[in-house]
């Protein structure tokens, strides 16, 4: 079993003083119930599926239910919290009344429906399990220094083709056996789950959003350009793209402004937090070296990880990409709350970089051999 990143910030959580409830998010099949049954082995404490009416019963916001559920249970585990929004008002109660430790798993935020909704603003902190990262799957993976160089190349490939979700990165080495999977996630986890959670109308039109981003990554995405190809409104458009993106499907990464006249771009990019959900949906799992798109695949691959770094590490810091007039661009602006910038040029084959970025900043190219050390060291 892999040790995910999170583990011991959980451990901190389960031994320190802390009675928040601990919410840790992440798009189904990424490893939460794992960790979950895990803690549930090692603390001898039942989960609660809130997928299932009847463990929802024991979560009623009337102090006999909850006098009785705090007794007998004083660490509560609770899996799928999003299909009971409702039960923030009792996460709430035990928090403010009862000594407990609460560690509740979600595939997306916890959406306000009709009065029964509390924000739990000040009851909680959070944690993401993702998945895997590169960076989780070099530290599960026993290698040699002189192997290193055949292991990120392994790594690179694997990842850039399949993605990295926990059951298919474990699978057996066929092809055939990891697009299956991954087919299935598409079509039964992130399709369906999401359509039938947000009570979306079409389920074809779901997936032909996301087939045009995936069409277009490392390119600004324009809603009204997606809308008028596929015969929709805009504004439907951008309510399933933001859905996508709060069920971390996708990442957004907006355009930095400054002052200075020469940014010019107002539209977002977006990429995938896998890549094997986007090969998936572009019916292509042709190694990297093979496809006209492996710029735009590594891309996405590179941000997907620096996103994946800054959510598991907890890093204060925002992300972006810089165009001016002239077209010139970075790839990857981070900026953290000291107004600290560090700029990436995003390259298959190495390359040195051009500064474009206006501010003082740190330039640097992640490319195809370095990407590995040159993601840790992000801080």
Same mark, same amino acid.
């Given at each position: 079993?892999?040790? /995910?990143? #999170?583990?011991?910030?959980?451990?901190?959580?389960? &031994?320190?003083? &802390?009675?928040?409830?601990?919410?840790?998010?992440?798009?189904?099949?990424?490893? =939460?119930?794992?960790?979950?049954?895990?803690?549930?082995?090692?603390?001898?404490?039942?989960?609660?599926?809130?997928?299932?009416?009847?463990?929802?019963?024991?979560?009623?916001?009337? /102090?006999?239910?909850?006098?009785?559920?705090?007794?007998?249970?004083?660490?509560?585990?609770?899996?799928?919290?999003?299909?009971?929004?409702?039960?923030?008002?009792?996460?709430?109660?035990?928090?403010?009344?009862? @000594?407990?430790?609460?560690?509740?798993?979600? +595939?997306?935020?916890?959406?306000? =429906?009709?009065?029964?909704?509390?924000?739990?603003?000040?009851?909680?902190?959070?944690?993401?399990?993702?998945?895997?990262?590169?960076?989780?799957?070099? !530290?599960?993976?026993?290698?040699?220094?002189?192997?290193?160089?055949?292991?990120?190349?392994?790594?690179?490939?694997?990842?850039?083709?399949?993605?990295? %979700?926990?059951?298919?990165?474990?699978?057996?080495?066929?092809?055939?056996?990891?697009?299956?999977?991954?087919?299935?996630?598409?079509?039964? %986890?992130?399709?369906?789950?999401?359509? +039938?959670?947000?009570?979306? =109308?079409?389920?074809?039109?779901?997936?032909?959003?996301?087939? =045009?981003?995936?069409?277009?990554?490392?390119?600004?995405?324009?809603?009204?350009?997606?809308?008028? +190809?596929?015969? !929709?409104?805009?504004?439907?458009?951008?309510?399933?793209?933001? #859905?996508?993106?709060?069920?971390?499907?996708?990442?957004?990464?907006?355009?930095?402004?400054?002052?200075?006249?020469?940014?010019?771009?107002? @539209?977002?990019?977006?990429?995938?937090?896998?890549?094997?959900?986007?090969? !998936?949906?572009?019916?292509?799992?042709?190694?990297?070296?093979?496809?006209?798109?492996?710029?735009?695949?590594?891309?996405?691959?590179?941000?997907?990880?620096?996103?994946?770094?800054?959510? #598991?590490?907890?890093?204060?810091?925002? !992300?972006?990409?810089?165009?001016?007039?002239?077209?010139?661009?970075?790839?990857?602006?981070?900026?953290?709350?000291?107004?600290?910038?560090?700029?990436?040029?995003?390259?298959?084959?190495?390359?040195?970089?051009?500064?474009?970025?206006?501010?003082?900043?740190?330039?640097?190219?992640?490319?195809?051999?370095?990407?590995?050390?040159?993601?840790?060291?992000?801080?």
């Amino acid at each position: 079993m892999f040790t /995910r990143s #999170i583990e011991k910030d959980i451990q901190e959580y389960l &031994s320190g003083d &802390s009675r928040k409830v601990l919410f840790i998010w992440g798009p189904r099949r990424s490893g =939460k119930s794992t960790l979950l049954a895990k803690i549930s082995a090692e603390r001898n404490a039942r989960i609660f599926n809130f997928d299932f009416l009847s463990d929802r019963e024991g979560f009623q916001p009337r /102090r006999d239910v909850l006098e009785e559920l705090a007794r007998n249970h004083p660490l509560i585990l609770i899996d799928e919290v999003q299909s009971f929004p409702e039960s923030t008002v009792p996460l709430k109660l035990l928090h403010d009344e009862y @000594n407990v430790k609460i560690i509740a798993t979600g +595939s997306s935020e916890l959406r306000k =429906k009709g009065q029964d909704f509390d924000s739990l603003a000040g009851r909680y902190q959070e944690l993401f399990c993702l998945p895997f990262s590169v960076e989780e799957i070099s !530290a599960n993976t026993p290698h040699k220094a002189y192997e290193q160089a055949d292991f990120v190349n392994r790594l690179r490939e694997e990842v850039l083709v399949f993605g990295s %979700y926990p059951e298919v990165l474990t699978a057996s080495e066929g092809t055939k056996d990891k697009t299956s999977l991954l087919e299935n996630i598409v079509e039964s %986890y992130i399709l369906k789950d999401i359509v +039938s959670l947000y009570d979306l =109308k079409n389920l074809k039109l779901a997936k032909d959003i996301l087939t =045009k981003i995936a069409l277009q990554i490392g390119q600004e995405v324009s809603l009204r350009e997606i809308a008028s +190809s596929l015969m !929709a409104n805009v504004s439907t458009v951008s309510n399933y793209i933001e #859905i996508f993106v709060r069920n971390y499907v996708l990442i957004p990464l907006p355009s930095f402004k400054t002052n200075l006249r020469r940014a010019v771009s107002e @539209n977002r990019k977006l990429y995938f937090y896998d890549l094997g959900i986007r090969n !998936a949906l572009v019916k292509d799992f042709r190694r990297p070296d093979l496809r006209p798109d492996k710029g735009g695949v590594f891309e996405n691959f590179i941000v997907s990880e620096l996103e994946k770094r800054r959510r #598991i590490q907890r890093l204060p810091m925002s !992300a972006y990409f810089y165009r001016e007039y002239g077209g010139k661009e970075v790839d990857i602006v981070l900026e953290n709350y000291d107004k600290e910038y560090q700029c990436f040029e995003i390259k298959y084959e190495s390359q040195k970089p051009t500064p474009v970025f206006p501010l003082p900043h740190a330039l640097k190219t992640i490319d195809k051999n370095n990407f590995l050390d040159e993601i840790r060291q992000v801080r």
